[in-house]
């Protein structure tokens, strides 16, 4: 099949780019390698940013669906030491720039934006070849093929696109996440919802670096949580996280001694732990103009969990889209200017984002966070 524009990747930032391109009457197809939107779960809570991933959403004229699907009090966050002291509370008062909302409603209500047919599901690409003068060929697992004009790779960490452009390959940026879940935590674990509070709850040591606790409060009284640790990645790869209980009783190992109400967002969850090892492009990614093709999100600048991942790839889908209705017949031009824009930008979230890292996983990690929150500028 010949497509115009065509994106890989139906994440947030490549159905931004299909939703911005919609608007200004340009065609796009989105392939993406999942069977559904229902696929598998899409991760928990987002904040939206007042001056990156809302703009983008102002651009794909979706600003009130997007408000529809805000969770009121989100924004409110906790410190906590691992005996349950708390440090630090700050509440939502309805004045935060970053509202929260799940990825999974936020992806369904971009879905639900596009013309029927424009994400064709099941789609795992298999390679992609340059054909001359800017068009290029993707195949798909299983057979197929699409020839486009201008291909955008939205396919996250591992773009099978990025080759095309650049020689980067994600390195492991020194910490992961063990991820679990507690359903209805209000009833069935109140101590622990007690903890959490109406948000976000950090628990960090005062002392001890390396180690630290993250929090989301979702829908239903469900609790998403994630236990940073800059441990190498042989250290995660040597458990057996097929192996349910074996895993959790290592990773509980990690937080013995801390007060009960928060070992048991390990020891209670309500799904097997998952590693989810944090891999990074360098800082300063960028490549050489190569016709016809570009990337966005993760594709383009993946960086370690820092809150902006998800309005860095809007802003890129947003932009882009904006960039080719600008220059209608010159694709080169288009993406030239949208690329001279996302360097620059990418460059400067990275250097904030490994800054981030290092104040949650760092020394004094507990009161570098209390000080982060009260200067502002969370």
Do not use: C
């Amino acid at each position: 099949m010949n497509t115009p524009v065509t994106i890989i990747g139906a994440g947030l930032g490549g159905l931004i780019l299909a939703r911005v391109l919609h608007l200004h009457g340009i065609a796009a197809t989105v392939f993406e390698a999942e069977t559904s939107a229902a696929a598998r779960p899409q991760g928990g809570m987002l904040d939206i940013h007042d001056y990156n991933g809302q703009l983008a959403l102002e651009a794909a004229g979706l600003m009130d669906e997007f408000r529809a699907i805000v969770l009121p009090g989100r924004e409110a966050m906790r410190v906590l030491g691992p005996d349950g002291e708390l440090l630090f509370e700050k509440a939502d008062d309805g004045t935060g720039g970053s509202p929260e909302a799940q990825r999974a409603a936020l992806r369904q209500m971009l879905l639900d934006s596009l013309p029927a047919g424009t994400v064709r599901w099941n789609h795992r690409v298999s390679g992609v070849r340059e054909l001359g003068a800017g068009r290029h060929e993707v195949t798909f697992t299983g057979g197929g093929t699409a020839v486009t004009e201008l291909l955008v790779g939205a396919d996250g960490a591992w773009s099978k696109v990025r080759p095309l452009v650049s020689a980067a390959v994600p390195e492991y940026g020194g910490s992961s996440s063990i991820e679990t879940f507690l359903v209805d935590a209000d009833t069935r674990h109140p101590a622990t919802a007690k903890a959490v509070g109406g948000g976000m709850l950090f628990v960090a040591d005062r002392n001890v670096s390396g180690k630290t606790f993250l929090v989301h409060r979702e829908s239903d009284g469900n609790l998403h949580a994630y236990l940073w640790l800059a441990n190498p990645l042989q250290w995660f790869t040597d458990i057996d996280f097929t192996d349910r209980a074996a895993a959790t009783a290592r990773i509980a190992q990690e937080v013995d001694g801390w007060a009960p109400e928060l070992t048991a967002l390990i020891t209670a969850s309500d799904t097997a732990p998952v590693s989810r090892p944090h891999y990074t492009l360098p800082p300063d990614h960028h490549w050489d103009r190569v016709p016809g093709v570009t990337l966005l999100g993760d594709a383009a600048h993946l960086q370690p969990p820092n809150g902006e991942g998800a309005n860095l790839a809007m802003q890129d889908g947003a932009e882009l889209g904006a960039a080719i209705a600008a220059h209608p017949g010159d694709i080169e031009a288009a993406l030239a200017s949208y690329e001279q824009a996302l360097f620059p930008r990418s460059a400067a979230a990275a250097t904030e984002g490994e800054a981030m890292a290092r104040i949650i996983l760092g020394d004094q990690a507990a009161q570098n966070l209390i000080d982060l929150f009260t200067s502002g500028q969370q």
